[in-house]
C-alpha cells in the first residue's frame, strides 16, 4: 500500500516535469475554508530513549496519538477562519525499565485506573479552544484556554470525588462485615 502510493506520487510528479504545457502557471496555495466544514487529524509521536544514568541502562518507549477534531464556525471577508478545535481521542502507552503504563480515550473508563494520568486524560476529551487561522495556515489568535483548563480541572475534581466516595462506601462496607463476622 504505502509502495503504491510513493509510485502514484512519482507518476504524478514525472507527468508534471515532461508536461509540453508552456509557460509555468503561478499557483497560489492557500486555505479556502468555509463555514461548517469539519477536518479531523491525528497526531502521532513516538520516542526511543538510551541513557545511561549512574551506569544503569535505561530504556524509554513512549507513543502517543492525539485526534483533534477542527469546525470551521466562520470566515471572515479576510479569510480569517474562526475554528473550534475539540479534543476527541488520545492513546498513549509508556514502557521502561520502572515499568509501564497505558492510556486509550476509546476504551471504558476506569480501563486504566493505575495511570496517574487517566483523570486528567479522561477530562479532556470532548473540550474545545477556539483559535483564528488565516488563509496562508497562519494560527493569529488562540482562545479559550482558560476556559478549557477550568473545565478540565472542574471534571477532574468531580472524578476525584467519586472517587473518594466509592473508595469509602467500600471501606464502611468491609468494616460492617467484619463487624458482623465477630
Given at each position: 500500500?504505502?509502495?503504491?502510493?510513493?509510485?502514484?506520487?512519482?507518476?504524478?510528479?514525472?507527468?508534471?516535469?515532461?508536461?509540453?504545457?508552456?509557460?509555468?502557471?503561478?499557483?497560489?496555495l492557500k486555505l479556502r475554508l468555509k463555514p461548517g466544514q469539519k477536518y479531523g487529524i491525528l497526531i502521532?509521536?513516538?520516542?526511543?530513549?538510551?541513557?545511561?544514568?549512574?551506569?544503569?541502562?535505561?530504556?524509554?518507549?513512549?507513543?502517543?496519538?492525539?485526534?483533534?477534531?477542527?469546525?470551521?464556525?466562520?470566515?471572515d471577508a479576510n479569510g480569517i477562519a474562526t475554528i473550534k478545535v475539540t479534543y476527541r481521542t488520545l492513546?498513549?502507552?509508556?514502557?521502561?525499565?520502572?515499568?509501564?503504563?497505558?492510556?486509550?480515550?476509546?476504551?471504558?473508563?476506569?480501563?486504566?485506573?493505575?495511570?496517574?494520568?487517566?483523570?486528567?486524560?479522561?477530562?479532556?476529551?470532548?473540550?474545545?479552544?477556539?483559535?483564528?487561522?488565516?488563509?496562508?495556515?497562519?494560527?493569529?489568535?488562540?482562545?479559550?484556554?482558560?476556559?478549557?483548563?477550568?473545565?478540565?480541572?472542574?471534571?477532574i475534581v468531580a472524578a476525584e470525588d467519586d472517587l473518594i466516595k466509592t473508595k469509602g462506601s467500600k471501606?464502611?462496607?468491609?468494616?460492617?462485615?467484619?463487624?458482623?463476622?465477630?
Open positions: 500500500m504505502k509502495v503504491e502510493k510513493i509510485a502514484s506520487v512519482f507518476v504524478l510528479l514525472i507527468a508534471i516535469l515532461v508536461s509540453d504545457s508552456g509557460a509555468a502557471q503561478k499557483l497560489d502521532t509521536t513516538e520516542d526511543e530513549v538510551a541513557q545511561t544514568i549512574m551506569g544503569r541502562q535505561q530504556d524509554i518507549s513512549h507513543t502517543k496519538a492525539m485526534g483533534l477534531e477542527f469546525d470551521v464556525e466562520q470566515v492513546k498513549e502507552k509508556t514502557s521502561s525499565w520502572a515499568g509501564g503504563m497505558e492510556y486509550d480515550s476509546t476504551k471504558p473508563a476506569g480501563t486504566f485506573a493505575d495511570n496517574p494520568l487517566a483523570l486528567t486524560y479522561a477530562a479532556m476529551m470532548g473540550q474545545s479552544f477556539g483559535m483564528k487561522v488565516s488563509p496562508r495556515g497562519t494560527i493569529v489568535e488562540v482562545n479559550g484556554i482558560e476556559q478549557l483548563f477550568e473545565e478540565i480541572a472542574e471534571k471501606k464502611t462496607e468491609r468494616c460492617k462485615e467484619s463487624d458482623t463476622a465477630e
